[in-house]
């Protein structure tokens, strides 16, 4: 698990095709490896990867298939900045939200325009994760964790404070950019429980002896 809050932007020092799939290499740049383990799991980018292989700048993954073709970790060139995060540690602050690496699709970037000292961007999503979003609820982007501003169809906004921009692979997107997003999790879960039957059912008294009705 991860929190989606960054801890460094690497790049990618090679792409090396692997018997049909990929070994990505990263510089890490800044980030300290010196807790990192052989087997250990690293988001890039918002995608959940194992090291294989360390080093004093970096570690090597490999990339199946099926993730290249399901993010945008299929689109990477040597040189692209990466979003870095370290798998989350029982002890550590959650300072984002809960984020499993595994990403539900690719959106693009619709637009950036100034907002004050922030920026406001619109992203749109394919329509089937469209309904896991809600606004002021959580979103992944890149592995960044973001609060949702408003909903329209397909398309959220979301603002990015100066200091988001400048410490994440945000500063290198454009308009029409594809990002790996991964919707809120308890939202997948809220679905399945509605969607089963299973979700529990609050009766009249209980609303009202908490007040809520």
């Not at 510089?27 to 959940?48: E, F, K, N, P």
């Not at 994760?129 to 501003?149: E, F, M, P, Q, W």
């Not at 994440?168 to 939202?187: H, K, L, S």
């Amino acid at each position: 698990m991860f929190t989606g809050i960054i801890q460094c932007v690497g790049r990618v020092a090679r792409l090396e095709p692997r018997g049909g799939d990929v070994r990505l290499h990263v510089d890490t740049a800044s980030l300290d490896l010196s807790d990192v383990q052989l087997g250990d799991s690293i988001a890039v980018s918002g995608v959940c990867l194992t090291a294989i292989a360390l080093g004093e700048r970096g570690f090597a993954a490999d990339v199946s298939n099926e993730t290249l073709s399901l993010t945008t970790l299929g689109q990477l060139e040597a040189g692209d900045p990466v979003n870095l995060e370290k798998a989350l540690r029982l002890a550590d602050r959650l300072g984002g939200h809960l984020v499993s690496g595994h990403v539900d699709g690719v959106g693009k970037v619709v637009s950036v325009t100034p907002d004050a000292r922030s920026q406001r961007w619109i992203f749109e999503v394919p329509a089937n994760l469209a309904r896991y979003i809600a606004a002021k609820g959580s979103i992944c982007i890149d592995g960044t964790s973001l609060t949702v501003n408003e909903v329209a169809g397909s398309r959220f906004g979301v603002n990015l404070i100066a200091h988001t921009v400048e410490h994440t692979a945000f500063q290198a997107r454009r308009t029409g950019d594809a990002v790996n997003i991964e919707v809120d999790v308890i939202a997948r879960y809220v679905e399945r429980l509605i969607g089963s039957g299973e979700a529990p059912r609050l009766d009249e008294a209980f609303l009202k002896q908490h007040g809520f009705a």
